[in-house]
């Protein structure tokens, strides 16, 4: 990978951010938004590289796109969009299924132990409110959350999906608080309404760099 290359998709997606933050409204509602993930998956299949990793994580950015058109460009289909980001959380976890050399049925067994425990617990929280966005949604984010955790144990050998993992959690996070006030309640001066009120988008402001670094990932090693 030459690093002209990544200069230049840097610089392009930088421009993007830009406008996504500061001046989102030039153009139609989510145009710069979904354009920039778009660009990340150009470069991804502009930049193969011959790995398990590359293959799975290029699935993953498919599914990402696939659940951004549907969020972020026409904003109509929240449960669809949901489904194809949990897809992709399935890829990002398969890259880590791939990257455990042992203790495989284990990681495994305690990923489904994790995603049933979060399930549960949406269920007292949410209670007779639940439906079937909640249970996609939990099941994303439980997924979101495990493979970060276990991407932050292999830190040292692939710090850039480690952090684009985090980046995602925080942005998942504020989409789930923005989205909750159906099942709960945020009183008008806690920290979680000052920051989904905050004069810029934070939930793009860690979403297109998580996007960005998941990517790169798969050219460290080329």
Same mark, same amino acid.
Request: charged share 10%; aromatic share 18%; proline share 3%.
């Given at each position: ?5 990544? @200069? ?78 949990? /897809? ?33 617990? %949406? ?7 639940? =439906? ?9 984010? %439980? ?7 276990? @991407? ?5 050998? =692939?710090?850039? /999906? ?15 608080? %923005?989205?909750?006030? @159906? ?40």
């Amino acid at each position: 990978m030459k690093p002209n290359k990544i @200069a230049l998709f840097l610089l392009v997606e930088l421009v993007l951010y830009i406008f996504i933050l500061f001046v989102p409204n030039v153009l139609p509602s989510g145009v710069f938004h979904f354009t920039s993930i778009v660009v990340c998956l150009l470069f991804l299949l502009l930049n193969k590289v011959n790995s398990k990793k590359w293959n799975i994580i290029l699935i993953g950015m498919i599914f990402t796109v696939i659940a951004d058109y549907f969020l972020t460009l026409r904003g109509t289909e929240q449960l669809l969009g949901t489904i194809f980001f949990a /897809f992709a959380q399935l890829m990002f976890g398969l890259v880590l299924h791939v990257q455990e050399l042992t203790y495989k049925r284990r990681f495994l067994i305690a990923r489904l132990v994790f995603v049933l425990i979060f399930l549960g617990i %949406s269920y007292i929280v949410v209670g007779s409110a639940i =439906d079937v966005l909640v249970i996609v949604a939990v099941f994303y984010y %439980s997924n979101l959350i495990y493979n970060a955790a276990v @991407a932050c144990r292999y830190w040292r050998r =692939d710090w850039l /999906f480690a952090l684009g993992l985090l980046f995602y959690i925080c942005c998942d996070t504020l989409v789930g608080l %923005s989205q909750s006030a @159906a099942y709960l309640y945020l009183a008008p001066d806690s920290i979680w309404v000052f920051l989904l009120n905050f004069p810029i988008n934070l939930i793009w402001l860690f979403y297109l760099p998580s996007q960005i670094l998941i990517v790169l990932s798969t050219q460290k090693h080329s």
